[in-house]
């Protein structure tokens, strides 16, 4: 059984930088597909980037690339998805989600789910 713990959210404003942790227990996160989605209020899920086993292949959404980073400490066993850039459309929960075997990198049919950490873009 897998547990991620989403920490870093906060209130900052537009154009500001912020990086999300996502931190994994009862399993190596390099085995895993990790992913973030992020939740708006009143909207749906929406698939934001991930990170296939080992690092081998990443991905984003559009609304992201560019902005987003996605980047792994094995040694922490700790994802990370580092927010340049913000904008006012960020705002939403985030959520770490692991995924094994990988099957679908981008849709939310995962295995394991954080708890979810709030991010607000706001002036």
């Known amino acids: 059984q897998v547990q991620l713990v989403e920490s870093g959210g906060g209130l900052v404003q537009p154009g500001d930088s912020l990086t999300l942790s996502c931190a994994a227990s009862g399993g190596t996160f390099s085995r895993y597909t990790m992913g973030w989605f992020r939740q708006a209020p009143e909207k749906e899920r929406e698939f934001v980037g991930a990170?296939?086993?080992?690092?081998?292949?990443?991905f984003y959404a559009d609304s992201v690339k560019g902005r987003f980073a996605i980047s792994g400490d094995v040694a922490k066993n700790t994802v990370y998805l580092r927010m340049n850039n913000l904008k006012l459309e960020d705002t939403a929960v985030y959520y770490c989600a692991a995924q094994l075997p990988q099957r679908g990198a981008t849709t939310p049919d995962y295995d394991y789910w954080g708890q979810g950490t709030q991010v607000t873009v706001s002036s």
């Open positions: 990170v296939t086993r080992s690092g081998l292949r990443i």
